[in-house]
């Protein structure tokens, strides 16, 4: 079993044998798959428009059926009506019905913010009363934080929970928006502030107690048939025995489902993207112009080529991490840790990739979607073809469960706290780096293996990250927290590097199982990534040491990140015809 | 009520097809397999009907080696009880009949459903051979099937219209489209279906009688052709010689 941890890939060599690949699938888990696929193809899209209008009870009633299905409680312990199956089988689950538009986000704000609050910091008695409801959606849940003054910065809310005299309730008085779900959810957990408490204490709050009400739907640009509305709390009376946790212990409850709600949009975005790519690539099959389909045109094989690695970089991405969760929480609870708190540590300690991911995969489906517009040209704008929906409903990824401007921020804060702890040690690997540049420079040549040179330039681009990260941490100190754009810069480097040795990972062990000749498109995806990302991270290694190193020290810099970016020259032109003929000729997503 | 529900494998709707033996074998290689659906729809969810309205067993078989296992797994997650997989090469119709009935003539079931053809072969052989084997009665093309005591009440797709039978127990059944509405395997079937009994026997030594000599892909699609709304002459000249339609 893999031994690696949160934010060591950056430090560490991970092995091929040692990541979850999704051509592993078990017979079991494809089963799971092809149930939400059906249960997408036979009750949510031939129901777009009637979804998207907010046809009166239609949503509630599609959750009910797959609460029946049990897609809902996939993860929830036997005990409380579920099938207690593992991170990874519940990421897939997650995957496939993130095709579904509004019905992937009630689904997910159900199953995931919505329950999961409950699920891991409840009592007894909560998780008794409230889970198995949950878990078929005879009560629909939904999680309100934001508030209108208080998003991003989510600590800073301005919802009061004031005991009452005989010491039975709170009241609760305050105003979220943004609510998911919020207009036909029976469950609300609540994050407010007890008294003048600094940090948020979490409430579980009913739809029918006295004192909350609901304003209209939001009239949004995408997942328009997601209800979202703001829920106005006036006085609204909660029983003692509804607060989750402890006093004060809300924004860690908030947190911890948020690094979950990450990794799990980057799934949802996922299932998405190969829808996006199923009908981008059915259309360029079926458009013809100048006598021949446009799948033939070298310019739409570029996006559809383009489309593909991207989405198979994003999907090995998200299962190696997964699957490192899912290690982690299996050591600790090999250790006498109990299933949720494992849990919570597990996903606690990749919260690095977690944030990764969530950059990653909503950017990713954003590309996807909007090439799926330019592919379908004329058509693409018209509302009446499916790309219209699919690029307004992809947007909105970039922004929720953190926008990916917090989420780069974090990455790197995160990265740099765990070193300050003593937690990952950055700091002797970019010393180590720092030395590198004064000697002399490796000239040993890579073997001739499969990926012997990738592997080599994958561990070039951690060393790039380590100059930069270490460079910037040792120069600014404390100030680099504030420095946005050197952190956007270093994540940026850390997000490709992270993707770039996934795919590479995928594919060495993928070529083991299937045969290096059986997987050349694959391979070239590889290539192709590598390839793109390398001139990347040489960009953005300069644009941060451009904007913070001086003199001398900047130009050995300059030239280390030179060294550390550079890669042999490659037809990418070849390589991105190969990996487009065969999902033209299979008219679908075949990765 | 003893119920038995014949299913095979059929390629997946999307699937490439593909050649090898000199055009005399289909290419399974990279296709993705599926319960063939009208035995799925159909025959199996109104077995499971059945079952729920009057008590008794569904069992459902297949012949062929164990690459069908998957989907005979994906049958006990839908909700059958058993499973029996005859462990012998699917060479034809006959051959498929001749073993399913080998099999099942002593075990006295009451009720034999079959999806009326794969959408593969579209033979539609197999129940009537099966049938025909046993020496049991035979309704093709089911779309309505009640039971009474010991009596089943059929309607049967007939050109133009329906026909209405009836007829005693035990009886195949060929069904199509309209018996039943598909049902979603749910997690608790899928979870339930890895401890069902699938009990895999020897074939009885079944022969083809028939061999395949060659297989063709349909000619591609040709372009439109647009003719003058005037020029009917020719119209009808082309629907009679080139797509002799009239």
Not at chain 2, 74 to 99: C, M, S
Request: some cysteine; hydrophobic content about 40%.
């Amino acid at each position: 079993m893999s031994a690696i941890k949160g934010g060591e890939f950056l430090i560490k060599e991970t092995e091929a044998k040692d990541i979850f690949i999704p051509e592993e699938w078990d017979e079991e888990q494809l089963m799971i798959a092809q149930t939400c696929n059906d249960f997408l193809e036979q009750e949510v899209f031939p129901n777009l428009e009637r979804i998207d209008s907010m046809e009166e009870g239609l949503m509630p009633s599609l959750l009910e059926k797959a609460g029946a299905l049990g897609m809902l409680s996939v993860s929830i312990p036997e005990e409380y009506g579920g099938f207690e199956k593992d991170f990874v089988t519940g990421m897939l689950v997650t995957e496939i019905t993130g095709a579904g538009h509004s019905f992937a986000v009630a689904f997910s704000a159900h199953s995931g913010i919505g329950t999961l609050p409950i699920l891991y910091y409840g009592n007894k008695a909560q998780k008794d009363k409230y889970i198995p409801k949950l878990a078929t959606a005879e009560w629909k849940a939904s999680y309100c934080l934001t508030e209108p003054g208080s998003g991003s910065d989510a600590n800073s809310g301005k919802t009061k929970a004031t005991l009452t005299e005989d010491g039975k309730h709170y009241l609760i008085t305050g105003q979220k928006m943004w609510i998911t779900n919020g207009g036909f959810a029976d469950i609300y957990t609540v994050f407010a502030k007890i008294g003048n408490d600094e940090n948020l204490s979490a409430f579980i709050v009913e739809r029918g107690y006295e004192g909350i009400s609901f304003g209209a739907e939001e009239k949004k640009m995408g997942i328009k048939g997601s209800s979202t509305v703001q829920v106005f709390f006036n006085d609204c009376k909660v029983p003692i025995e509804n607060l989750l946790s402890e006093q004060g212990k809300g924004f860690k409850i908030a947190l911890n489902i948020l690094n979950i709600g990450r990794i799990k949009l980057a799934g949802a975005c996922l299932g998405g993207c190969k829808k996006g790519i199923d009908l981008s690539v059915n259309y360029a099959n079926e458009r013809s112009q100048f006598g021949r389909p446009i799948s033939k045109y070298g310019a739409i094989r570029h996006k559809i080529a383009e489309q593909a690695i991207q989405v198979f970089v994003l999907e090995s991405s998200l299962y190696r991490c997964t699957r490192d969760i899912g290690n982690a929480i299996k050591a600790l609870e090999a250790g006498g840790m109990d299933h949720v708190n494992a849990l919570l540590k597990g996903v606690e300690q990749f919260a690095t990739e977690a944030a990764i991911l969530k950059v990653l995969g909503s950017e990713v489906t954003d590309y996807v979607m909007d090439e799926g517009v330019q592919i379908y040209g004329g058509m693409g704008y018209s509302a009446e073809a499916p790309m219209d929906r699919a690029y307004r409903d992809a947007r909105i990824n970039r922004i929720f469960e953190g926008t990916n401007e917090i989420n780069r921020m974090l990455i790197v804060d995160m990265l740099l706290k765990k070193a300050m702890k003593g937690e990952l040690d950055l700091m002797g690997p970019a010393m180590k780096v720092a030395e590198e540049l004064v000697s002399i420079p490796d000239f040993s040549e890579p073997g001739d293996a499969l990926f012997d040179k990738e592997k080599k330039y994958v561990q070039n681009f951690k060393k790039s990250v380590l100059m930069v990260a270490g460079s910037a941490a040792q120069k600014l100190m404390m100030t680099l927290s504030k420095e946005q754009e050197i952190l956007t810069n270093i994540a940026d480097m850390a997000i490709w590097t992270y993707a770039a040795e996934s795919v590479l990972l995928r594919v060495e062990k993928l070529a083991i199982l299937k045969g290096e000749e059986n997987v050349k498109e694959q391979v070239a995806m590889v290539q192709t990534y590598i390839y793109d990302v390398a001139d990347k991270i040489n960009k953005a290694g300069k644009d941060a040491l451009n904007s913070f190193a001086e003199g001398d020290e900047l130009r050995m810099q300059l030239m280390g990140i030179k060294r550390f970016t550079k890669v042999q020259a490659f037809n990418p032109k070849t390589a991105r015809q190969t990996i487009a003929v065969k999902v033209i000729d299979e008219n679908k997503y075949c990765y | 009520m003893k119920i038995l529900v014949c299913i095979s494998k059929a390629p997946d709707t999307t699937s490439k097809i593909l050649f090898t033996d000199e055009n005399t074998k289909f290419n399974e290689t990279g296709v993705q397999f599926i319960v063939n659906p009208y035995d799925e729809w159909y025959a199996l969810v109104r077995g499971l009907e059945l079952k729920e309205q009057m008590g008794g067993t569904v069992t459902v078989i297949a012949v062929g080696g164990a690459e069908n296992d998957p989907i005979i797994r994906k049958a006990l997650a839908i909700g059958a009880d058993d499973a029996i997989r005859i462990d012998a090469e699917a060479l034809d119709a006959f051959a498929v009949a001749q073993e399913i009935s080998n099999y099942v003539s002593d075990k006295s079931y009451d009720l034999i459903l079959c999806g009326k053809e794969t959408i593969s072969y579209n033979g539609a052989q197999v129940p009537g051979l099966i049938a025909e084997f046993m020496d049991i009665a035979f309704a093709s093309q089911a779309i309505k099937l009640e039971i009474n005591g010991t009596i089943a009440t059929i309607e049967c797709d007939v050109q133009g219209g329906t026909e209405v039978l009836e007829a005693n127990l035990p009886i195949v059944l060929s069904v199509a489209k309209g018996m039943a509405e598909q049902r979603i395997p749910n997690m608790r079937g899928i979870m339930a279906a890895r401890t069902k009994k699938l009990e895999v026997m020897p074939g009885s030594g079944a022969t083809n009688n028939c061999e395949v000599v060659g297989y063709s892909l349909p000619a591609a699609k040709s372009g439109c052709k647009y003719i003058d709304p005037d020029n009917a002459e020719e119209l009808i000249s082309l629907l009679r010689n080139e797509a002799k339609a009239i």
